[in-house]
T-cell receptor, first 113, second 111 residues
Framework: KAGVTQTPRYLIKTRGQQVTLSCSPI?????VSWYQQTPGQGLQFLFE???????NKGNFPGRFSGRQFSNSRSEMNVSTLELGDSALYLC????????????FGPGTRLTVL | TQLLEQSPQFLSIQEGENLTVYCNSS?????LQWYRQEPGEGPVLLVT?????EVKKLKRLTFQFGDARKDSSLHITAAQTGDTGLYLC???????????FGKGTTLSVSS
C-alpha cells in the first residue's frame, strides 16, 4: 500500500497570507488527523476528520481549519499567517482499529516570513 | 489536562551502549504507542502496548508498560548509529479522543 502523501513538502509565505496544505491518506483509511510540530512545543494535535466530519479538535485558534472529502483526502487551511505558524505540519491517517494508531506522512515544512 | 512527560529530553551516546527512555503520566492510559522520527520525515509507529505489565520486543528494542498503565519505558540494547532519531510516546486515554504526544527524547548515537 502506498503511504500517506502530503503536498507541498515545503512552503514559504509572508505574514498575513493564507495557505492550504493537502493530505492523501493510506487507501482504506477513513480517519485523518493533522498535527503541528515545533521544537519548543513538540507535536500538537490540530484536528481529526472521519468520514468528512470533524471528530476531534485541538486547542488552536479559528485561523486553523480543515476539511475532508468523500475520498478521505483532507486539506488544512491557515488564514492570516503569523510568524509563529512556522512549523512542520504533519498529517496522519488511521484505520478503524481499537488503538488509534497513526500513520504519518512526511510533513509540509511551512516558513512564514 | 493529561500530560505525558518524557525523559531524558536529549541523549548522546556511543555505539554499543545501552539506554532507557521514559514516558510518564499521572493519568491511566487505555493504550500507549511509541514512535521514532528521523530528520525530514514523519514519525513511524514502533509498537503499541495495551496491558499493564506488558513487555514487547522489537529486535534490540524492549518496550515495557507499567503495571498501573501510567508509565512506559523503551530500552535499547547495543545502540547503533541507525537508532538516531526522535522517540515519541503517545497515550490514548479514552476511545474516540485524540492521542496525546510527549515532547520526545532526541537520541544521538555516534560511532
Amino acid at each position: 500500500k502506498a503511504g500517506v502523501t502530503q503536498t507541498p513538502r515545503y512552503l514559504i509565505k509572508t505574514r498575513g497570507q493564507q495557505v492550504t496544505l493537502s493530505c492523501s491518506p493510506i487507501s482504506g483509511h477513513r480517519s485523518v488527523s493533522w498535527y503541528q510540530q515545533t521544537p519548543g512545543q513538540g507535536l500538537q494535535f490540530l484536528f481529526e476528520y472521519f468520514s468528512e466530519t470533524q471528530r476531534n479538535k485541538g486547542n488552536f485558534p479559528g485561523r486553523f481549519s480543515g476539511r475532508q472529502f468523500s475520498n478521505s483526502r483532507s486539506e488544512m487551511n491557515v488564514s492570516t499567517l503569523e510568524l509563529g505558524d512556522s512549523a512542520l505540519y504533519l498529517c496522519a491517517s488511521s484505520s478503524f482499529g481499537p488503538y488509534n494508531e497513526q500513520f504519518f506522512g512526511p510533513g509540509t515544512r511551512l516558513t512564514v516570513l | 489536562t493529561q500530560l505525558l512527560e518524557q525523559s531524558p529530553q536529549f541523549l548522546s551516546i556511543q555505539e554499543g551502549e545501552n539506554l532507557t527512555v521514559y514516558c510518564n503520566s499521572s493519568s491511566v492510559f487505555s493504550s500507549l504507542q511509541w514512535y521514532r522520527q528521523e530528520p525530514g520525515e514523519g514519525p513511524v509507529l514502533l509498537v503499541t502496548v495495551v496491558t499493564g505489565g506488558e513487555v514487547k520486543k522489537l529486535k534490540r528494542l524492549t518496550f515495557q508498560f507499567g503495571d498501573a498503565r501510567k508509565d512506559s519505558s523503551l530500552h535499547i540494547t547495543a545502540a547503533q548509529t541507525g537508532d538516531t532519531g526522535l522517540y515519541l510516546c503517545a497515550g490514548d486515554y479514552q476511545a474516540g479522543t485524540a492521542l496525546i504526544f510527549g515532547k520526545g527524547t532526541t537520541l544521538s548515537v555516534s560511532s
